[in-house]
C-alpha cells in the first residue's frame, strides 16, 4: 500500500539526514525532521490515493504539514494497523511550534486580529501628530524600517517614536529592519542619461552594459547597477525591466555587455526610466545578497531590530554569511526574515529553511513583487501556495506581503481583487502593508476581512501533486 510505503520511507530520515540533522539545534530537530518527511511525501503523486482515501471516509491527508507522518500513522490505524508508537509530531505540536516562534517574531496579536500586522514605516509618518498611536490602536504590531530608503537617521526617529507611542500606549511593537540588498536598478548611460528617460520600440535592440565606453551616444546603454551581472547571462535569457512592464531577450554576450530586443512593452508609455528594477529570471547572479551598504546598516540593525529582513536571499550560504556578519557585532543577534523574491530563493527554499533552522526561530517573508516578476505572475498563486505548505511543515511562521489593499492605501478605494487577495493573507501569521495615504482605513479594513476568512480556513481541501521543491531536493536520494 502506497501508504505504508511512505512511511517506510519517512523512517529512514533520522539516519539519511543525521549529519544535516546533526547541526540543528534540539529546539528545532523535530520540526526539521516532520520538514524533511513531508517533502518525501509532496515529491510523491498521491492524488489518487488522496482519492481513495476521501471516497472512504478517512483523511485525506490535505491538512498534514504540521504533522506528516503522524497522519499516515493515523490513516494506517483506521485501516487496521497496529504501531506501538506513533511519531511525536503531533497536530498540536506543530500550531504551538509556530505559535510561539510568532510569539518571539512579532510579539503577542493584536486583539480580535488572526495575524499580526507589520506596517511599513514612511518618514511622513513623523511629522504627523499621535499617528503611531493610533496605528499601535489599530493593530500594528511591529513597524518595518527599509534600508533602502532614507537615511540612518531618519531611521532612528522612527525607533524612538516608535518606542515612545508604545510606552505611552501600553501596547507592544516589534522593529523590523529590512536590508536594502542588491540594487539592481536602470542606470542610462548614453541616451536619455540627461531627461532619465529613453523610448524604446517594439523589435529595438540596446545595450546592457556596466559603463559607456566604446558605444555611440545615439545608442541605447543601460546599466544594472551592480557589477557582475551580465556576466551571468547567456543567449535567450528573459531580462525584465520595470517590473515586468518591459520584456527583452538576450541576443548577443560579450565579455562585459549584452545586446537585447525588446520584445514587448506592457506600459501605456514606451519608455526605460532610470531607476528602475530589472528582473533575471533565467540566470544565477553572480552577486553577493549581502551588500557592503548593508554590512554598514548591521550595527543599526543589531542595536534597534528585533528581526532583520535578508532581502534577495538565494542560498543557505547567503543565510550563514549574514549570521556571521551580526554576530561580529553582537552575540544575541536579531532574528532572521527571509525574504522570498527570487527564482533562486523558491528553488532552494528547502535548503534555507533548513539553515534558518540553525537559529533558535526565524521567519520567511513572501515578498511577492520581485517574485512574480521572477517567476512568472501566472505562478504566483501556484507559489505562494507553496511556500505556505512548507513553512507550515516546518513550523516556520510567513509573511505575506507586497500590495496588500494596496489600491485602498493609495487611493482610499479598494478593487474586488484586492478584499479577496487580504482574505487570503490571513493564512500567513503575519501580514505586511506598504506605505499609503491611508493606512488607518487599511488596518480597519484588512481586519475585518481577516476575521471573516480565518473562520474559512477549516474547510479547505487540498489535492498534492508532486511538488518539483520537494524533488530537487531530494535528487535520486529517495
Known amino acids: 500500500m502506497q501508504l505504508s510505503s511512505l512511511r517506510q520511507s519517512m523512517n529512514r530520515v ?11 539545534p534540539p529546539h528545532n530537530r523535530i520540526s526539521a525532521i516532520n520538514f524533511l518527511k513531508y517533502l518525501i511525501l509532496r515529491k510523491t503523486d498521491v492524488r489518487e490515493l488522496q482519492i481513495m482515501l476521501h471516497e472512504n471516509g478517512l483523511s485525506s491527508l490535505a491538512s498534514c504539514e504540521s504533522h506528516t507522518q ?23 505540536f506543530g500550531s504551538k511550534k509556530i505559535e510561539e516562534s510568532s510569539h518571539q517574531l512579532f510579539g503577542p496579536k493584536p486583539e480580535n486580529w488572526p495575524a499580526s500586522i507589520m506596517v511599513t514605516f514612511d518618514s511622513a509618518f513623523l511629522a504627523e501628530k499621535d499617528l503611531i498611536p493610533k496605528l499601535l490602536k489599530k493593530g500594528m504590531s511591529t513597524a518595518r ?22 510606552k505611552i500606549t501600553g501596547l507592544p511593537c516589534k522593529i523590523h529592519v529590512d536590508l536594502g540588498g542588491p540594487k539592481i536598478r536602470t542606470k542610462l548611460l548614453t541616451k536619455g542619461k540627461d531627461k532619465g528617460r529613453v ?17 555611440k551616444s545615439k545608442e541605447i546603454v543601460i546599466s544594472p547597477n551592480e557589477s557582475g551581472v551580465i556576466a551571468g547571462l547567456k543567449i535567450g535569457d528573459r531580462v525584465f525591466i520595470d517590473d515586468g512592464l518591459i520584456l527583452g531577450l538576450v541576443q548577443k554576450v560579450d565579455k562585459d555587455k549584452a545586446l537585447l530586443k525588446i520584445e514587448r512593452i506592457s506600459s501605456k508609455k514606451p519608455f526605460i526610466k532610470a531607476e528602475k528594477g530589472i528582473n533575471f529570471p533565467d540566470c ?16 543599526f540593525v543589531c542595536a534597534n531590530a528585533d528581526t532583520v529582513g535578508f532581502s534577495f536571499v538565494r542560498s543557505s550560504r547567503d543565510i550563514a554569511d549574514l ?5 561580529e557585532i553582537v552575540a544575541e543577534i536579531p532574528f532572521m526574515i527571509l525574504k522570498i523574491e527570487t527564482h533562486e530563493a523558491v528553488k532552494n527554499l528547502p535548503s534555507l529553511l533548513l539553515e534558518g533552522m540553525k537559529d533558535a526561530d526565524f521567519g520567511v517573508m513572501i515578498a ?40 485602498l492605501h493609495k487611493s482610499g478605494v479598494a478593487t474586488r481583487a484586492e478584499v479577496t487577495d487580504a482574505g487570503h493573507a490571513s493564512r500567513a501569521e503575519c501580514i505586511m502593508i506598504n506605505k499609503g495615504k ?10 475585518d476581512i481577516s476575521q471573516r476568512s480565518a473562520a474559512l480556513r477549516i474547510k479547505n481541501r487540498l489535492v498534492f501533486r508532486p511538488l518539483k521543491i520537494a524533488a530537487d531536493f531530494f535528487g535520486e536520494k529517495f
Open 438 to 447: 491611508h493606512t488607518l482605513e487599511v488596518l480597519k479594513t484588512l481586519r
Open 323 to 327: 549570521r556571521a556578519a551580526l554576530k
Open 368 to 407: 511577492r513583487g520581485d517574485l512574480a516578476v521572477e517567476i512568472g505572475f501566472e505562478r504566483l498563486v501556484e507559489i505562494q501556495d507553496e511556500i505556505l505548505w512548507l513553512c507550515e511543515a516546518a513550523h516556520v511562521p510567513v509573511i505575506w506581503a507586497t500590495q496588500v489593499l494596496e489600491n
Open 199 to 215: 523610448e524604446i520600440k517594439i523589435g529595438e535592440t540596446i545595450w546592457l552594459s556596466d559603463s559607456a565606453k566604446g558605444f
Open 145 to 166: 524600517i527599509n534600508c533602502a530608503h532614507d537615511d540612518e537617521s531618519v531611521w532612528q526617529e522612527m525607533v524612538d517614536k516608535i518606542r515612545l507611542a508604545s
Open 70 to 92: 503522524r497522519q499516515i500513522e493515523m490513516t494506517l490505524q483506521h485501516l487496521g494497523e497496529k504501531f506501538e508508537k506513533l511519531d511525536s509530531c503531533t497536530t498540536d
Open 284 to 299: 544565477s547572479l553572480q552577486i553577493s545578497s549581502l551588500t557592503d551598504f548593508d554590512k554598514k546598516c548591521l550595527p
Open 14 to 24: 533520522e539516519e539519511e539526514f543525521a549529519g544535516l540533522l546533526a547541526d540543528i
